[in-house]
């Protein structure tokens, strides 16, 4: 979809459809409204006062104007509240409309002035939630249907109209920003989404690749002899029952001079998690193609850093590996040998992200990163506990802990703390092994975090346990069906705040 900006009547906008806002408990339209209302002969406030228009939260009103003026529609989009208004409900809300304008064949919309003039936040994030809204909200995944009679008519352009030409060209810098978030997002939804027959590790790899050159990215992918020969044993352990030749992929983004690590972001890529030995139920089990979404999100975010040209050095690291059963497979009971020389007993091979992620973490701290952020969907127990709402955060450095639920609540994806007491880490205690890939006991989630803090170090550094929230099984604000894209725009508002402060 084409989003620009421009200054001038809206009324005069020949358009399919002009999107007004109104807020819950008015009376009456506002005065960037009035012009629109008298246009329509007063339609507009006299259903405000029959309450048919009540401006309840994401409320889609579609009005005929019956060519009165240039635009087919008027559509008033309820916003709640005002006093409850945020950047997510704007996000959220236009990605409603947005929806439901593309179900009534609608190619092109204006958005008028009152959209972007809301309440006690800025015109510049307006405009960047309504654009992250509309291109997150209409996102579809159709790649694989071959019957095209159902395929959704699409809305083409989608122009903004504010008053004053003097804030064009800032709004069109809001505009950038938030096709980049939201594009990055949509790319790691598509990778999510496609089949673990077309995301096979080396698959991954090659997006990798694609996307490097396009965006000038240094590329470095480890086959599975170089892993071998940096001691990457936990990694190999969980792909040797695949006949799928694992990768790890190294993706280098160079904003400032100088070759410290300022992050490290490293992603879970289990491109298909089968459980193993320790085999999962088959209810459900071709969801577990989703299983590297915390590998595509970084390798998304990557994209989103280079085109915002952050001043910043960033090394993302994604260990992309099939997690199968076959007779060379790994079994529980035996011992592996991580990077760092640490050894693990394996008590379930269901527990395959945290040793995938504990050689990715050794590699991260070889290179002296200054932070590491890591994101996987690691454990079932993360989602029981906090839904799909939200995602699990752990960590051992509340500064970099902040700052992330920060970034996280600015994107509207909803960070929750989870807590690291040391008593959770006896869980992790193994008889015959350093440590073991899965505790007994209850608080899974946290003993999982627990084993990955021990390759993490002493190096700052946040993990994310995405399992709840990087799916969804049904249309919820800006997501629909399938995979979400999360934390893709909450890694860049991190990289761009901690960038802004340098």
């Known amino acids: 979809m084409n989003i620009d900006i421009m200054a001038g009547d809206i009324t005069q906008q020949k358009t399919d459809a002009i999107i007004i806002s109104f807020f819950e408990g008015k009376k009456a339209p506002d005065r960037d409204v009035v012009i629109i209302d008298k246009a329509l002969r007063g339609v507009i406030s006299r259903l405000i006062k029959n309450g048919q228009i009540n401006g309840k939260l994401d409320e889609v009103n579609i009005i005929h104007s019956l060519g009165e003026i240039s635009a087919d529609h008027v559509v008033v989009v309820g916003m709640g509240k005002k006093k409850e208004l945020t950047i997510d409900r704007i996000r959220g809300a236009f990605a409603v409309v947005c929806r439901q304008l593309r179900k009534q064949r609608v190619n092109n919309i204006a958005i008028a002035t009152n959209c972007v003039r809301t309440n006690h936040i800025s ?54 920003r938030g096709k980049i978030l939201a594009e990055a997002a949509i790319l790691a939804r598509d990778m999510v989404n496609e089949p673990a027959n077309y995301m096979t590790p080396t698959d991954m790899a090659e997006v990798a690749t694609r996307l490097a050159t396009e965006h000038n990215l240094e590329l470095t992918i480890l ?30 983004y160079k904003g400032r001079n100088g070759d410290e690590v300022d992050i490290s972001l490293v992603g879970k890529g289990i491109t298909f998690d089968s459980g193993g030995i320790s ?56 011992v592996l040998v991580a990077m760092t020389g ?38 079932g127990a993360c989602q029981v506990a906090l839904g799909s709402v939200c995602t699990g955060v752990f960590g051992n450095n509340q500064q970099l802990l902040d700052a992330l639920i920060s970034a996280g609540n600015k994107a509207g994806e909803y960070m929750w703390q989870m807590p690291m007491y040391d008593e959770y880490k006896e869980q992790n205690e193994s008889d015959i092994a350093d440590i073991k890939n899965a505790a007994r006991g209850g608080a899974g989630a946290i003993t999982a975090a627990q084993f990955l803090a021990e390759f993490a170090g002493s ?32 890694i860049v508002n991190l990289v761009m705040a901690i960038s802004s402060r340098r």
């Open 123 to 176: 015109p510049t994030d307006s405009v960047q939630a309504m654009t992250e809204g509309a291109l997150l909200g209409l996102y579809s995944f159709r790649k694989h249907i071959t019957e095209k009679k159902d395929k959704p008519i699409e809305i083409k352009n989608m122009t903004i109209v504010i008053d004053n030409k003097a804030d064009v060209h800032r709004l069109e810098n809001s505009i950038g």
């Open 223 to 252: 086959d599975e002899e170089e892993m071998r020969k940096l001691g990457m044993g936990a990694l190999l352990g969980v792909a040797q029952g695949s006949c799928q030749e694992p990768k790890f992929i190294i993706l280098d």
């Open 279 to 334: 085999i999962k139920p088959s209810n459900k089990m071709e969801e577990m193609k989703t299983d590297m979404a915390g590998g595509a999100a970084i390798i998304a975010a990557m994209v989103a850093i280079a085109r915002l040209n952050l001043k910043i050095n960033i090394t993302a690291i994604v260990p992309a590996v099939e997690n199968l059963p076959g007779g060379t497979a790994l079994k529980p009971g035996d």
């Open 342 to 379: 640490k050894t693990i007993e394996i008590i379930s091979t269901d527990a395959e992200g945290r040793l995938i992620l504990a050689d990715a973490l050794g590699y991260a701290n070889k290179l002296k990163a200054k932070r590491i952020i890591d994101v996987a969907t690691l454990t």
């Open 459 to 490: 190096t700052p550094w946040v993990h994310l346990d995405i399992a709840g929230t990087s799916i969804v099984d049904k249309e919820r604000k800006y997501y629909t069906k399938g995979a979400t894209g999360v934390p893709v725009r909450t």
